[in-house]
């Protein structure tokens, strides 16, 4: 059987190990507990790894400093430990500092064990953590770049686009009924999982505070709620005049469109001719017509908001081929 490895597990292994090979090199007591710090502080992104970093920094400093004067206070037994518990943990939570309690008592119960502060006692501690954490943050330094998963995520996107409109077409044409918009569920969850990933690119650049990748799959998901509200309006028009056909031709052309070489004001403009188009014929002269327009019209209305949508979305700091069209 095999047992797949992944980055972060190999991460961790090797800064496990060398937090612990450090602390023995250097004699430390407690030398193991290095490898313990350097495992906790270990995230899978920067951004993450440093807030962790300094919380768990933190509050074994704090339990360092609050275990030495409560032992030494009150001596070295079991209740001493649960009233520092009592007071140490909502301190913790008061400071924002929760994820390192469990950090935090690897150091407190070194000190018990020890049954005596010393110098050379805080300086081991204090060094054990310094290891710890500084070998996390160095594990963490070096986090493979996800832009091309992301970049496979936005082609997928775009490809699932263009069959949906393309479905559209068929649809205003023939009332095509066999498609059971399975592309729109994919979508929706192509989407979320996308953002998370985006997500998790922006916290790896710590000094990056736009995410073009997320605000890409913001926009997508934006249209995806037009794209949704379409479905019902399309499937309303049970009366097939000239019009419909003339925006199924525009639908195919906006599918053909979504690929990186393709701009939105362009099919505004397309958009804004065929509304023209409309305005220039006839008045309809039969019920029927008169409300499969009425819907067409709205239909248009939809696709106006989906192209502006398109057009609002800017590069914030570019970093990938994201100049999407419609």
């Not at 030494?72 to 400071?95: D, T």
């Not at 409109?165 to 989407?191: C, M, P, Q």
């Not at 399309?234 to 525009?250: E, G, K, N, P």
């Not at 499969?292 to 081929?321: C, M, N, P, W």
């Amino acid at each position: 059987m095999t047992i797949p490895i992944g980055y972060r597990t190999l991460k961790t292994a090797v800064g496990a190990a060398a937090a612990v090979a450090i602390a023995q090199a250097l004699q430390l007591d407690f030398f193991a507990s290095a490898g313990i710090i350097a495992i906790l502080c270990i995230q899978r992104t920067r951004k993450k790894s440093l807030m962790t970093a300094w919380e768990r920094f933190a509050a074994c400093i704090l339990g360092l400093a609050a275990g030495s004067m409560l032992f030494e206070l009150l001596g070295y037994h079991p209740l001493s430990i649960g009233l520092l518990m009592l007071l140490f943990i909502p301190l913790c939570v008061k400071m924002r500092i929760t994820s390192g309690i469990v950090t935090s008592t690897v150091i407190i119960f070194h000190v018990y064990t020890a049954g005596t502060v010393t110098v050379g006692l805080l300086l081991n501690e204090t060094a054990l953590i310094v290891i710890g954490v500084g070998t996390a943050l160095l594990m963490n330094s070096y986090i493979p770049s996800n832009e091309r998963k992301l970049e496979k995520y936005q082609t997928e996107l775009e490809h699932y686009y263009a069959a949906i409109f393309h479905r559209f077409a068929d649809y205003i044409r023939n009332g095509d009924t066999n498609w059971d918009g399975n592309e729109i569920t994919k979508v929706s969850s192509l989407i979320q999982e996308a953002k998370n990933e985006a997500m998790r690119n922006l916290e790896n650049h710590i000094m990056r505070y736009e995410d073009t990748f997320y605000h890409y799959f913001k926009m997508r998901e934006k249209q995806l709620d037009i794209i949704e509200r379409l479905m019902p309006m399309l499937t309303s028009i049970d009366y097939h005049v000239q019009q419909a056909d003339m925006l199924a031709d525009f639908m195919d052309d906006l599918a053909d469109g979504v690929h990186p070489a393709n701009t939105a004001y362009k099919y505004i403009d397309k958009l804004d001719e065929l509304k023209e188009s409309y305005r220039n014929m006839k008045l309809p002269e039969t019920r029927e017509e008169f409300e499969a327009r009425s819907a067409l019209a709205h239909v248009v209305k939809e696709l106006d908001d989906y192209l502006a949508i398109k057009q609002q979305f800017k590069t914030k700091k570019r970093y990938g081929v994201l100049e999407t069209g419609s």
